[in-house]
T-cell receptor, first 113, second 114 residues
Framework: KNQVEQSPQSLIILEGKNCTLQ??????????LRWYKQDTGRGPVSLTI?????NTKSNGRYTATLDADTKQSSLHITASQLSDSASYIC????????????FGTGTRLTIIP | GAGVSQSPSNKVTEKGKDVELRCDPI?????LYWYRQSLGQGLEFLIY????????KSGLPSDRFSAERTGGSVSTLTIQRTQQEDSAVYLC????????????FGSGTQLSVL
């Protein structure tokens, strides 16, 4: 069982609509959680980082939430644009003092006009 | 360049051949990582460099895989006697230093083993 699970696996929505992507993790001890956006044929790019004490953080039309008690995070995209079509990957870092990162398998988001 | 550069962007090889994949990290970034991304799978950690040393090689799947980094900059991932299951996108990332830094990824090398 993957220690970082994302849902849905894929999602198709109309341009202009909102959507929410989910990330549940079991890894511990928790250090931080990042959401990355990966366009087709490109490497992932960091959107936002959530640390233990943060509940919500916005970056433009992207808003991430974190509930460290239930070990859940979400990424909400408002007023979607065609350029939002990408894979969104949740990455959790454990606090071992090393470089251990656990990647989710991602949600493939497609925005249609 | 301004970002992490990987070459080649695509590599098609025959089973049993050796391949070398190159990564040029962002200038000044001391930490460098190699990951493998297979279709429908999450990124799989391969190896991490801090400077020229590799404190964590735990992700290398077999002794056919090796990597080196010279001058604290360019890194090469070598796969010997390639197998079809090695087909994947190999991503390199760098960060300014170890710790909770975000990773800056290259666009990857798509390796196809026929």
């Amino acid at each position: 069982k993957n220690q970082v699970e994302q849902s849905p696996q894929s999602l198709i929505i109309l341009e202009g609509k909102n959507c929410t992507l989910q990330c549940n993790y079991t890894v511990s001890p928790f250090s931080n959680l990042r959401w990355y956006k990966q366009d087709t044929g490109r490497g992932p790019v960091s959107l936002t980082i959530m640390t233990f004490s943060e509940n919500t953080k916005s970056n433009g039309r992207y808003t991430a939430t974190l509930d460290a008690d239930t070990k859940q995070s979400s990424l909400h995209i408002t007023a979607s644009q065609l350029s939002d079509s990408a894979s969104y990957i949740c990455v959790v870092r454990v606090n071992f003092g090393n470089e251990k990162l656990t990647f989710g398998t991602g949600t493939r988001l497609t925005i249609i006009p | 360049g301004a970002g992490v550069s990987q070459s080649p962007s695509n590599k098609v090889t025959e089973k049993g051949k050796d391949v070398e994949l190159r990564c040029d990290p962002i200038s000044g970034h001391t930490a460098l990582y190699w990951y493998r991304q297979s279709l429908g799978q999450g990124l799989e950690f391969l190896i991490y460099f801090q400077g020229n040393s590799a404190p964590d090689k735990s992700g290398l799947p077999s002794d056919r895989f090796s990597a080196e980094r010279t001058g604290g900059s360019v890194s090469t991932l070598t796969i010997q006697r390639t197998q079809q299951e090695d087909s994947a996108v190999y991503l390199c990332a760098s960060s300014p230093r170890r710790g909770n830094e975000k990773l800056f990824f290259g666009s990857g090398t798509q390796l196809s083993v026929l």
